[in-house]
């Protein structure tokens, strides 16, 4: 998928970003369990990126994995903050960052083959 599949998976974060910190804000107790979690990810989000934008299959699968652990924590939240409209948008969004990593997975070519097509 090359850079368009980077892009969007770029925008996917920024809204899953944006997303969980507003239901962060509306969080009650462990504040700062949600920080230190939105931090890490946030860290590996940029591995998995940078995976995408070298064209690297691994980062695929890293896709896979960050996007199943975000829905895990917005699942989570859920349980503390309740239903909203920042819930359902972010379910969607990071159920079609897991679809799209996973069709990025199946159409991935290697850069060896770029090269002579």
Request: neutral net charge.
């Amino acid at each position: 998928m090359g850079l368009p599949g980077f892009v969007f998976t770029f925008v996917l974060l920024l809204i899953n970003l944006f997303g969980t910190l507003r239901l962060k804000s509306q969080l009650t107790q462990l504040v700062n369990l949600e920080l230190a979690l939105v931090c890490a990810g946030l860290f590996l989000w940029l591995i998995a990126l940078l995976g995408l934008y070298f064209h690297k299959r691994w980062a695929w699968n890293w896709n896979i994995v960050l996007f199943s652990l975000s829905l895990a924590n917005v699942l989570w939240l859920y349980t503390f903050v309740g239903g909203s409209l920042t819930f359902v948008v972010l379910l969607g969004f990071n159920a079609l960052g897991l679809v799209s990593s996973m069709v990025g997975l199946e159409l991935y070519i290697p850069n060896e083959n770029l090269d002579n097509a």
